[in-house]
């Protein structure tokens, strides 16, 4: 076997290790489906199960922990397995927040602080272990740690910034919605154009749209006096929820967001 045939195996064998999907455009779909949901399904978890908010925090924390477990115990990318795990951070990264500022007396503005100072730190130890911030080598137990707590961070941050801006600041849901659209899309641009890099890009826009999630949730499931159209949490987190289903389902059978040297032949 040559040196270049070897070093493409030994790349592909690497790349069969990496624990996450491909950035496709169903990643992006899926993930702000599960930014709403967290939102919305967490307030109906919240107003149902009888536990309050606190109970129910420490029901999906456990749901969570056992769902990680899972993830990390895979010796590669599962879709259904790490959307399971996504959604479940959306849902506890929200219940978080709602804990803090309802039971805990944390305001909005300064959970939304605590929480970036949180995730800036955990880029920055990232960073320093590893040399870089790419997702494309979380191939290890040390890696995806990072991942996963980076991502738990972004969620509730987003949560915390996003109730902050529709309704501390009182721009109200749809506002809101079309300020953190408008962000991306202008993250977007700033790549296209070669003026932010691809993992810059990729994690501005990751943070950016759990409180685009969180106020289209919003927007869609609360009342009409309170800046919604009323749909309830409901009906929003049964809509949402059979849409991750059936894309989840789709990424499965098709297997088309595996890293890429998964498809080598070996």
Same mark, same amino acid.
């Given at each position: 076997m040559t040196k270049q045939a070897s070093a493409v195996k030994a790349s592909a064998l690497r790349s069969a290790l990496v624990k996450v999907p491909e950035i496709t455009l169903y990643f992006w779909l899926i993930k702000v489906l599960s930014t709403t949901v967290g939102e919305t399904f967490a307030d109906w978890l919240t107003n149902n199960i009888g536990l309050g908010e606190q109970g129910t925090l420490g029901v999906m924390a456990g749901f969570l922990v056992i769902a990680l477990i899972w993830q990390f115990r895979l010796n590669h990318y599962l879709a259904p397995v790490y959307w399971l795990c996504v959604v479940l951070i959306s849902v506890t990264g929200t219940l978080v927040t709602d804990n803090m500022v309802d039971n805990w007396g944390i305001s909005l503005v300064t959970s939304t602080i605590v929480f970036s100072i949180a995730l800036a730190l955990t880029f920055l130890f990232w960073y320093r272990a590893e040399g870089t911030l790419s997702i494309h080598t979380v191939d290890n137990f040390g890696r995806e740690a990072f991942y996963w707590t980076t991502i738990l961070? @972004?969620?509730?941050?987003? @949560?915390?910034?996003?109730?902050?801006?529709?309704?501390?600041?009182?721009?109200?849901?749809? @506002?809101?919605?079309?300020?953190?659209a408008g962000v991306v899309a202008l993250v977007g641009i700033a790549y296209r154009l070669h003026l932010l890099g691809g993992i810059a890009a990729f994690w501005i826009t990751y943070i950016v749209t759990r409180p685009l999630g969180a106020s289209l949730g919003d927007f869609l499931s609360q009342p009409k006096d309170a800046s919604g159209i009323g749909l309830g949490t409901t009906t929003t987190s049964l809509i949402f929820l059979a849409a991750i289903l059936a894309l989840v389902t789709f990424l499965a059978v098709t297997k088309i967001d595996k890293p890429k040297s998964d498809r080598l032949p070996t």
């Open positions: 961070f @972004t969620f509730a941050l987003g @949560t915390a910034a996003g109730d902050l801006f529709a309704e501390k600041i009182a721009l109200g849901y749809f @506002t809101s919605l079309l300020i953190f």
